[in-house]
């Protein structure tokens, strides 16, 4: 009998108690403290552009398995700068390329809280990013907010570009 098999068949002896089996070994870390950890292991992966990353394809999955719940934490971890920027863009440049239409929203709203909210230039950057791949014109607002108060003159044209593209999009929508 393996160690698996040995755990199994006690807990489904009547004659042994739910206290004899030892499941704590077994439980998996609180989703929070997951995304945390991938967060802070993902500081030691390159990022290269236009390439998945490792980081990018888990980022994903959690997303396609959790939901909102994972975007509110990447969210809390981001705006908290508790993320290292260099991670949080490469987030969220991947979470707007997401064709996850259940968290659409949320993730939009994830882009435009980081742009708008964020002191890091690489945050705001990979926010802008994220909503030019999402092609969303319901950020148009917020993204005429951010151009508004961006003190980056480059970041500043970036954002302008994409706040373009999505006029663009709005018009051909509206034909």
């Known amino acids: 009998m ?3 098999e040995s ?3 006690t807990w489904n002896r009547p004659d042994r108690s739910v206290a004899s089996a030892n499941v704590t070994s077994f439980q998996k870390p609180p989703l929070e403290d997951q995304i945390a950890s991938l967060f802070d292991e993902a500081k030691r992966e ?3 552009s236009g390439y998945k990353s490792n980081f990018a394809r888990q980022i994903e999955v959690m997303i396609d398995y959790h939901g909102e719940k994972v975007i509110n934490i990447i969210a809390n971890l981001i705006l908290t700068d508790r993320a290292n920027p260099d991670v949080a863009d490469e987030a969220l440049r991947w979470i707007g390329q997401m064709t996850n239409h259940h968290t659409q929203r949320s993730r939009r709203d994830l882009l435009e809280r ?3 909210q964020s002191k890091s230039i690489f945050v705001r950057d990979g926010a802008g990013l994220g909503l030019a791949s999402m ?3 319901d950020a148009l607002p917020a ?3 951010a ?3 961006e003190g980056n003159q480059e970041l500043k044209e970036d954002l302008q570009s994409v706040f373009d593209q999505l006029i663009d999009t709005q018009n051909e929508r509206a034909k």
């Open 2 to 4: 393996t160690t698996s």
């Open 7 to 9: 755990r199994t068949a």
């Open 46 to 48: 390159r990022f290269e």
């Open 114 to 116: 980081c742009l708008l």
């Open 135 to 137: 092609d969303d014109p």
């Open 143 to 145: 993204l005429e907010i």
């Open 147 to 149: 151009i508004g108060k």
